[in-house]
């Protein structure tokens, strides 16, 4: 886990990074769209999106509501599965919005289309995060603490 906001910011844009990949391939491929050019098209303004809602809106509730819940908050696998649940919930809710409106602007009947992406999305997100994400970031991030400890020694 993060120790410092540095830390914080380098493992908010692995772990969005990953999702946002992973996420555009799945949308992609649900829509018959699977190809380079959509998926380059939509990784940056996704990328943007995602990482401003988990850094100033989804990140900040999910870790309030994790700390408020009763959980045995230094048994750290889980006060990570918490967390990272939260998260996706919160990033589900905003992204499929996003993913919606980014498909071709306000449809006839938004509340319907949303409503499927996010039940689409989040039977996806949900494993993609707690199975192969979030172990990838933490792993990553954990080899960077290493080096840097490396290197202050």
Not at 33 to 45: E, I, S, T
Not at 71 to 100: A, P
Request: hydrophobic share 55%; with cysteine; aromatic share 8%.
């Amino acid at each position: 886990m993060p120790t410092n906001k540095k830390e914080g910011i380098i493992f908010t844009m692995i772990m969005c990074s990953m999702m946002v990949l992973g996420m555009s391939l799945y949308n992609l491929q649900l829509h018959d769209n699977l190809a380079l050019m959509p998926l380059v098209a939509g990784l940056v303004p996704g990328f943007v999106v995602a990482f401003v809602l988990d850094v100033f809106i989804v990140g900040v509730i999910a870790k309030k509501i994790a700390f408020r819940l009763p959980i045995k908050k230094e048994n750290k696998v889980q006060l990570i599965l918490t967390i990272s649940s939260l998260m996706v919930l919160g990033m589900v809710t905003f992204m499929s919005l996003f993913g919606v409106l980014m498909e071709g602007g306000i449809p006839d009947n938004l509340w319907a289309a949303y409503s499927e992406a996010w039940k689409m999305n989040v039977i996806v997100a949900l494993p993609l995060q707690l199975l192969v994400v979030g172990p990838i970031s933490r792993t990553i991030l954990g080899n960077i603490q290493a080096n840097s400890q490396l290197i202050l020694e």
